[in-house]
């Protein structure tokens, strides 16, 4: 009894005397876990506020994913403004109604005519009379006339008028159609920057649970941990690899979503050389509204529906006017192919087929379409105000939540590591590393999913009002743009 107890005694002794070098060893390291927060790795929550330092550069968020250069978003913009089958659509629109706008004014050309025949008739009266068959033989050689419009009392010039307005409503549906795909393609970029960020973290946390599961192991063979914290340590690991698979798959999903929005669906893979970054955009909701009535495409083309309309009504009025008209003829033929010819020409008046009834209504129906397209055109002005704000608020709540996510990111990093330090040192609990572990990523993948938010935010509202924000700047067409706290340059939007 006497031998168990020394034993006992000196196996307490030499355990609580490697247990406290262990921890003085742990401390004094100087990156110990637990113990310092590595501020190139994480800088300071305050560096994430909107800044401008001296070189007017804007402070972006440093520590991102990808450092392959291999694409860019200005890259994937100038892929799709040349491949996007939407935007091809849209402009072979613009030509067939330019092609319309000159088929209208065709009718002030002259239209020539060219005819040849045979006939043979049998006259049935004739031949009733005179008791036997009559039949002639009647050969047209030639016959060529042209026919001159001179005047309708502006009925061409009425529906040309509306063919421009109509080429002029394809040229901004064009434009809208350009920057719903710039929208598009930014959305997408910046979803694979996410789903990079995301995969990613999923491979750092394989890492950390390799490192749990190594440690748990070899507590396990030394005696100090019992094989339940092996077990919590494999189920881990095999979850953080089940984890990395979904994100690497994800990976693959956003690169195929963002060529297809470029229209080149079959583009072998490639590296993303940008990180998700926070750049300021410090434009006034009442700039932003000035904005999107001067440069938002549907706020242009409303009008011009409700233009075209009022034309409309124009020219229906004008369906009794009479047109003035010189025609002539020349023939050559008769009993013979040549045995004859003649002519005719002269100018005519040509008056239409009046219905007094369907001309009535036809009125009315233009008049009832035209009050119709104002009334769509305050709806679409009114939702474009609505879509503006909301965008914009949007894009606050998005700034503002970005400095704390980042702080979330540096508290859950902080726990884990001092969860992990005295799990190292023996007197953790599986379970609490486990949950720090959980946190960890989770704040890391909120973070990055904030950041996402926010540019997808400011793209939206780029689409808004239709221009692009550079440097916190809105791109003009002339002049100056007042921003909240200075004045900026503005350049035609590209």
Not at 76 to 94: E, F, H, R, S, T
Not at 207 to 222: G, H, V
């Amino acid at each position: 009894m006497r031998k168990i107890i020394k034993i006992f005694l000196i196996s307490f002794f030499i355990t609580g005397v490697l247990t406290q070098n262990c921890q003085a060893a742990f401390w004094h390291h100087g990156e110990s876990l637990g113990n310092e927060i590595k501020k190139e790795e994480y800088p300071d929550s305050k560096d994430v506020e909107p800044k401008v330092d001296n070189s007017d550069e804007a402070m972006v968020i440093k520590g991102g994913v990808e450092t392959t250069m291999d694409i860019t978003l200005e890259e994937c913009l100038k892929y799709a403004l040349g491949n996007n089958p939407k935007i091809q659509a849209a402009m072979q629109d613009v030509f067939a109604s330019d092609a319309r706008i000159r088929e209208t004014w065709a009718a002030y050309f002259p239209q020539f005519g060219w005819q040849t025949g045979y006939t043979r008739i049998r006259q049935l009266q004739l031949s009733d009379v005179f008791r036997r068959d009559l039949i002639f033989n009647y050969f047209v050689l030639g016959q060529i006339s042209a026919s001159q419009m001179l005047y309708d009392f502006g009925v061409t010039q009425n529906q040309a008028t509306i063919r421009k307005l109509d080429n002029q409503g394809y040229k901004i549906t064009l434009t809208g159609t350009v920057n719903t795909v710039i929208c598009d393609v930014k959305n997408a970029y910046y979803n694979l920057q996410y789903a990079l960020e995301a995969k990613k973290v999923a491979e750092d946390m394989v890492k950390r649970y390799e490192a749990f599961y190594e440690q748990a192991k070899a507590f396990y063979q030394a005696g100090t941990k019992p094989k339940v914290d092996v077990t919590i340590a494999e189920v881990n690991l095999s979850n953080s690899k089940l984890t990395l698979i979904q994100a690497e798959n994800a990976v693959d999903i956003a690169m195929a979503k963002l060529n297809n929005t470029m229209g080149l669906p079959y583009s072998n893979k490639y590296k993303v050389s940008e990180n998700l970054r926070y750049e300021p955009c410090d434009i006034t909701l009442d700039c932003a509204i000035k904005m999107a009535q001067e440069s938002r495409p549907e706020f242009q083309l409303a009008d011009v529906k409700v233009e075209e309309a009022r034309q409309n009504v124009k020219l229906v009025k004008k369906s009794y006017f009479p047109q003035l008209t010189l025609e002539g003829q020349y023939q050559i033929g008769g009993k013979s192919p040549t045995s004859n010819y003649g002519y005719n020409f002269g100018g005519y008046l040509n008056f239409p087929t009046i219905n007094g009834m369907l001309i009535k209504n036809e009125i009315k129906e233009a008049q009832a379409l035209h009050s119709k397209e104002i009334a769509n055109a305050n709806d679409t002005k009114n939702n474009i105000y609505y879509e503006v704000q909301e965008s914009y608020y949007s894009l606050t709540e998005k700034k503002n939540k970005i400095p704390v996510a980042f702080l979330g990111v540096k508290q859950a990093k902080e726990n884990y590591e001092l969860s992990y330090g005295r799990y190292k040192v023996g007197v953790g609990d599986p379970i609490e590393l486990k949950d720090a572990q959980v946190q960890y990523q989770n704040a890391m993948l909120t973070y990055y999913q904030t950041m996402y938010e926010y540019n997808t935010a400011r793209a939206t509202l780029e689409k808004s009002i239709g221009k692009n924000i550079a440097n916190g700047e809105v791109q003009l067409d002339t002049g100056k743009t007042k921003k909240s706290k200075s004045k900026t340059k503005s350049k035609q939007n590209s």
